[in-house]
Each structure stands twice: as C-alpha cells, then as structure tokens.
C-alpha cells in the first residue's frame, strides 16, 4: 500500500488515524502515567483488536512514529548535553542546566519515562496484535510493518538503559491497570536487552522497510531504523564485538544497498591556508543527504503537533532574540585545535605531489579554522548591529540544525548516519582484536587496495569477511578514512598513526582513543558523545575515563572538580526512575 501524503503534515495524518481507527491501549506503570490527556485520542481495547488490514497496520506505525517525536529532542539533549563537546550559555533555562549538571529531579521535563514506554506500549500492542499469517503472492501481507515496530521498540529500550541503567522489561500489552505496576516485571541492563533483543531482531535483517511515499514532504523510507544497524548497536553496548563488526560491516556492503564513506569534507584549497576550497561537510545534514540513514520527522508549525526545539537552543532565532542557548565548548575547541591539518598538492613549479603541513604559526581569518576544519564548518556566525537592546547582536549558527528561515522549525532529527556506522564499526573491530583495521577506517578507508596495504596478513586472516569490502563498490574514488572530512588528506599524514607498543592490549588502548576523538570530531552537538563515553567508560571498568573528560568540559585548566566527583561513581550517570 502506498501512503502518499506528499507536503500535509504527520501530525494531521495522526489526527485523521485517530479519528477513525483502532491503535492502542494508553495503559503503562503508574510511575510513567500514560492515561494523560496528551493520550486521550487513543481508544481503549475492544473485544475485535485484531490489526488484519492494510489500513490497520499503516495507521497504528503512523503512530508510533508520532509517539516517537515525544522522544527526538529528548535523545540529542540527553546525549549531548551531558557530554564534553557542548557548553551552556548563560541563556540556557534551569532545565537544560540541570541536565548538563546532573542534578535533573524527576520534575525536569526531559526525564520523562512515561514517554519511551508510551512507545513501548504502542509497539507491543501491534505486535500482539497484527495479523501475520495473512500471505500474498507468497510474501507475509504485514512483515515489513512488522520488522519495522520490532526496531522501533529494540531501540526504545536501548534509550531507556543508557539513561536510566536498569528498567522494566515487558514485551506484551498491558491490559489493566491492575497488571501495570513494576514490581510485577524483571529490571533489565543493556546487556540483558541485547541478549533478548538481538534474537527478537535477527530474523528481519534482510526484510525491506514499507514504502509510504512522501509524508509531511519528507521519504518514509528514512522513519525506520535499520535493523542491522540497531543489532550492531545492541552488540557493542553489551561487549559482543565481533557480532556487532559482523552486524555494522554487512550493513555497509550489503550488495544493492551499499554504504561508502564518500568524499564529503571541509578542504583547504591550497598549501597557503588561506581560502577553504570545498566546504560539504555541512551539506551532509539536510534531509535529503545520502549520509542521514534515518529520522524521526517533526512537525513544522506548532498547530499540527510536536515541534521540534533545538534550533532555538544551538541557533540565533527570531523565536529566541537571537540568544542561543548552547555553543562548543572549550574542551571541543582544543580537541579540534590539536589536530594536525595535511594537504597532499601538487608543486606549483614541478607538479610532482608534494605534502604540506599546516603550522601553529598560520594566521587564521577565524580561529576555528585551526586544525580539524569540522568545528569550523559546523558553527558559523554574524555579528549584525541589534535593532533592540533585547536582541543579540551576535548569531550563532549550528549547521546540523539549521533551517531555511529564522523562523521555522526542524522537520525532522537525525538519529543514525554512515559515517556513525562507520565509526561504531571501528570501535567494534578494535575491541575484537583488530586495531589495524579500525584504524584504517579513520586513516585510510577500508577498500581492498588499503586492506592488503595497511592491514597485516596475520590480522586480515583472523579477520576473514568483518573486512571483506567488494572492489566493485568500494574503491579510491568513493572511500576515504573518516579523519580526512576535517583534517585533509589523513592518509599521508605520517604523525597519525599507531606507534610501536608493548603489547596488542595497548594498541586496541590507543586506537580507541583516537576513535574516541574521531567520534567527538565527526557527530559533535549531535547527541552521541554521552553515550559514546559511557559505553567506553564501562568497557574500560574505568568511571574517571568519562567523569574526567566531562569535567574538563571548560578546558584542561578548568576542570571542574565538584562534577568530577560527582561522575566517578557511575550511580549519577542515569537519570531518576520514579
């Protein structure tokens, strides 16, 4: 069925649905509260609950999705906010800081439960529900739908142990009150949801997304989460790094559906350092980017629904006085600034290609432009004369959150893009005991050429297919290491690299690091970098590993001691569960 909506809305699709159909119970614990007024529009059970038509499945994933932008802001505040790379202003509202600080209350309206289980309960009703044994032309009527719902509630999960630690887990609708309280189900960890969830998924990782057409102006196609992809991440949460390597790189090579890193970046133009040449890195965060995988889509005005806020909290707005309320911080500037920037040109009088560093000494026009030249891409600004004194003079610009107008709001949030893929990847193939080929994805790119380069034989046989990249997809035209997007041609940069170490142990340690920069370089002010630290930090057995790094948020001479504290016990990692 093709459900092509083209420029109306999600949210008056949702309205239309709930108007006239079936979906779900609004039951969940009484701690999370979902019989609120905001779920009033939703039915309650009826003896017939069977999801047995077209119509049926589409309303009730419509609705899902819906249930899900409750939850898009949330998941980049949550996971950026509370990392290193972003800092607030002093306009930031007492919530946001509370979030940044740790010190959020089960009143902070960012830690709201109820509102990750109101998708859980939406998932497990359908699929409790949809009639799967209807078959035509040989092919189950509602299988797409339902791989779909089953990622959707995996990845609701996930959300849910990342930033509360342990949960309650059920998989089945409740029907009563009376069966909704939390002492009647299991708490579960990340780790016991990978085991659950990487079964629950395993058999839909070749089944094809439905196809809805365009809704509220966007492809439907990109509202689904790929499913090896959420696998992967299940699997690297839990310390399987071998299944998730194998999850990530089938993802990446699957034949008809292959993911290249692509050559997008921000470039010098030349060996003076004087004129950036090609600036694509912050054209990769538009809706229609080959490198955005998927999102939840937002309404656009405020009357059809849930908007999204982060243009007015990383962006100058007319909505906020052109006060931004966070920026890059301290700690991200000096990450981005200690990087070394290599140009590969050709000599001007010999043509022979010839190698350039650029110096501390350069004179940049902007100071972010010193180093990895992503900082330098994603953040823009004007400094315009204030009409009033209630306005800001200066205008800050995130380009991952930019919009057409001052004025409008984002239509969607970005949850997973390629070249995240490409660096959980990496991360799963250093810590399966592969540091040559994980950082061969940050230096080079993984192509057959480069892995029988780089990669030594003992290495490329153990790894056998985690590194099989077909030459007929990937090759030097369309792969490169992901550390070129902002520090020019990595691959002959000849002081990044593995140095002679002791022992393997302390080579999977230093790649590791530097994938933990590349990660902060590549999807800064994107909502990973908490996560991205916590999973480090708890692979490592080592809390001071995150807790130092947000401390020292401010800069190295800054460290905040008082959060440093607070961080080295991993109990005030997670948010209050009440």
């Known amino acids: 069925m093709k459900l092509k909506q083209n420029n109306i809305s999600l949210g008056r699709v949702w309205r239309r649905i709930t108007a006239t159909s079936l979906l779900a119970l609004a039951v969940a614990f009484p701690m999370f509260t979902a019989c609120t007024e905001a779920d009033s529009e939703l039915v309650s059970f009826v003896d017939d609950n069977q999801l047995n038509t077209p119509n049926d499945t589409v309303n009730s994933l419509i609705g899902i999705v819906n249930k899900l932008q409750k939850v898009a802001d949330r998941t980049i505040i949550l996971g950026e906010l509370r990392?290193?790379?972003?800092?607030?202003t002093s306009n930031a509202t007492l919530e946001l800081q509370a979030i940044a600080n740790f010190?959020?209350?089960?009143?902070?309206?960012?830690?709201?439960?109820?509102?990750?289980?109101?998708?859980?309960?939406?998932?497990?009703?359908?699929?409790?529900?949809?009639?799967?044994?209807?078959?035509?032309?040989?092919?189950?009527?509602?299988?797409?739908e339902y791989a779909a719902v089953k990622t959707y509630r995996a990845w609701t999960y996930l959300q849910l142990a990342i930033n509360y630690g342990s949960v309650p887990f059920y998989t089945q609708p409740l029907l009563a009150e009376k069966d909704a309280h939390p002492e009647l189900f299991p708490y579960y960890t990340v780790e016991q949801m990978a085991d659950f969830f990487v079964q629950d998924l395993a058999p839909y990782v070749d089944t094809d997304f439905p196809a809805y057409g365009s809704i509220g102006g966007l492809n439907s196609s990109r509202f689904y989460f790929p499913v090896r992809v959420v696998?992967?991440?299940?699997?690297?949460?839990?310390?399987?790094?071998?299944?998730?390597?194998?999850?990530?790189?089938?993802?990446?090579?699957?034949?008809?559906?292959?993911?290249?890193?692509?050559?997008?970046?921000?470039?010098?133009?030349?060996?003076?350092?004087?004129?950036?040449?090609?600036?694509?890195?912050?054209?990769?965060?538009?809706?229609?980017?080959?490198?955005?995988?998927?999102?939840?889509?937002?309404?656009?005005?405020?009357y059809d629904g849930i908007v999204s806020r982060l243009t007015d909290i990383f962006n100058s707005t007319e909505r906020n006085n052109y006060y931004n309320q966070a920026t890059h911080s301290a700690a991200y500037?000096?990450?981005?600034?200690?990087q070394?920037?290599?140009?590969?040109?050709?000599?001007?009088?010999?043509?022979?290609?010839?190698?350039?560093?650029?110096?501390?000494?350069?004179?940049?026009?902007?100071e972010l432009m010193r180093g990895d030249l992503r900082l330098y891409s994603t953040y823009t600004y004007l400094n315009r004369p204030t009409a009033t004194t209630t306005q800001s003079s200066i205008r800050q610009t995130c380009q991952k959150y930019r919009t057409s107008g001052t004025?409008?709001?984002?239509?969607?949030?970005?949850?997973?893009?390629?070249?995240?893929v490409y660096l959980h990847y990496a991360e799963a193939l250093n810590r399966a005991g592969f540091p040559q080929s994980a950082f061969a994805v940050l230096k080079y790119g993984l192509w057959k050429d480069n892995i029988e380069k780089y990669i030594s034989l003992a290495e490329r046989e153990e790894a056998g297919e985690l590194i099989s990249f077909s030459q007929y997809s990937f090759d030097d035209g369309n792969t490169q290491g992901i550390h070129s997007r902002g520090s020019g041609d990595a691959?002959?940069?000849?002081?990044?690299?593995?140095?002679?170490?002791?022992?393997?142990?302390?080579?999977?340690?230093?790649?590791?690091?530097?994938?933990?920069?590349?990660?902060?370089?590549?999807?800064?002010a994107e909502g990973q970098r908490f996560p991205d630290l916590m999973r480090l930090a708890l692979h490592r057995n080592d809390p001071m590993f995150l807790a130092a790094k947000v401390a020292a948020r401010n800069g190295a001479a800054n460290i905040d001691t008082e959060l440093l504290n607070r961080l080295a016990d991993k109990k005030n990692w997670y948010l209050p569960l009440e």
């Open 407 to 420: 004025d409008d709001y984002l239509s969607y949030v970005a949850l997973f893009r390629v070249q995240q």
């Open 103 to 144: 010190t959020a209350d089960a009143g902070n309206p960012y830690n709201n439960a109820r509102d990750y289980y109101a998708i859980i309960q939406n998932c497990n009703y359908f699929l409790a529900n949809a009639d799967t044994s209807l078959v035509k032309q040989g092919r189950r009527v509602f299988e797409k």
């Open 231 to 302: 696998l992967g991440d299940l699997c690297l949460w839990a310390g399987r790094y071998r299944e998730a390597a194998k999850y990530y790189h089938d993802f990446l090579t699957k034949q008809g559906a292959t993911h290249p890193t692509y050559a997008a970046g921000t470039w010098w133009e030349n060996y003076e350092f004087a004129n950036i040449g090609s600036n694509s890195f912050a054209s990769q965060f538009s809706s229609s980017a080959t490198e955005i995988l998927s999102f939840i889509p937002m309404e656009t005005r405020e």
């Open 491 to 524: 691959n002959a940069d000849t002081t990044y690299v593995i140095p002679q170490l002791p022992t393997q142990a302390d080579s999977i340690l230093f790649v590791e690091e530097r994938i933990c920069d590349e990660l902060a370089l590549e999807t800064a």
């Open 83 to 88: 990392g290193e790379l972003t800092t607030l």
């Open 333 to 338: 500037d000096d990450l981005s600034r200690s």
């Open 340 to 366: 070394q920037y290599v140009l590969v040109y050709p000599d001007p009088n010999t043509q022979v290609p010839d190698t350039a560093y650029a110096s501390d000494t350069i004179h940049y026009e902007n």
